[in-house]
T-cell receptor, first 118, second 112 residues
């Protein structure tokens, strides 16, 4: 099956700094990628939809200036958490939707990135 | 807007016993339904999915799920659980654009 990677798998940063998380589709092209956040012992919550070459669409309540999303190519989307604070500590998961030749709504999830803000 | 309800937050089952996890959804059109499993600190692994056709879906690791439109349900079953099945299980529904709505999850504990 198709593979989605995330880098880094975990990161620890100081409060006030910015952190960039990468999501890559390794063996397929993805016109659409999604970013989710998962707090401990909770479900995944969709943060934003990222479309290649256009601005991301954010879900209600998600600060677009804080969570910058860039989908610059068909295989890479990045999420930058700006001025991170301890409450941003979470597990961030991306998913990628195949551009063509795939089953309807076929998506593949990355392994997740654990962010801890001190 | 779609929504997913997993009524059971936590289930404890003996190894070798059968397991059923409940999932109810709300969606205006034909739903695209999924079950995922997540081990602690790990990403999601797809167990099975339903798009159309046969309402009884077979997945990996011996899991199956049945889509019942009349009950708006997509329950997951396994006839005999193994200790390695202990994990968090998420039911999800996707719309035509691919946006997922996940249920709250069910924690499965397997006892010897």
């Amino acid at each position: 099956g198709a593979v989605v990677s995330q880098h880094p798998s975990w990161v620890i940063c100081k409060s006030g700094t910015s952190v960039k998380i990468e999501c890559r589709s390794l063996d397929f092209q993805a016109t659409t990628m999604f970013w989710y956040r998962q707090f401990p012992k909770q479900s995944l919550m969709l943060m934003a939809t990222s479309n290649e070459g256009s601005k991301a669409t954010y879900e209600q309540g998600v600060e677009k200036d804080k969570f910058l999303i860039n989908h610059a190519s068909l295989t890479l989307s990045t999420l930058t958490v700006t001025s991170a604070h301890p409450e941003d500590s979470s597990f961030y998961i991306c998913s990628a939707k195949q551009a063509s030749g795939s089953s309807y709504n076929e998506q593949f999830f990355g392994p997740g990135t654990r962010l801890t803000v001190l | 807007a779609q929504s997913v309800t997993q009524p059971d937050i936590h289930i404890t089952v003996s190894e070798g016993a059968s397991l059923e996890l409940r999932c109810n959804y709300s969606y205006g059109a034909t739903p695209y339904l999924f079950w995922y499993v997540q081990s602690p600190g790990q990403g999601l692994q797809l167990l099975l999915k339903y798009f159309s056709g046969d309402t009884l879906v077979q997945g990996i690791k011996g899991f199956e799920a049945e889509f019942k439109r009349s009950q708006s349900s997509f329950n997951l079953r396994k006839p005999s659980v193994h200790w390695s099945d202990a994990a968090e299980y998420f039911c999800a529904v996707a719309d035509s654009w691919g946006k997922f709505q996940f249920g709250a999850g069910t924690q499965v504990v397997v006892t010897p």
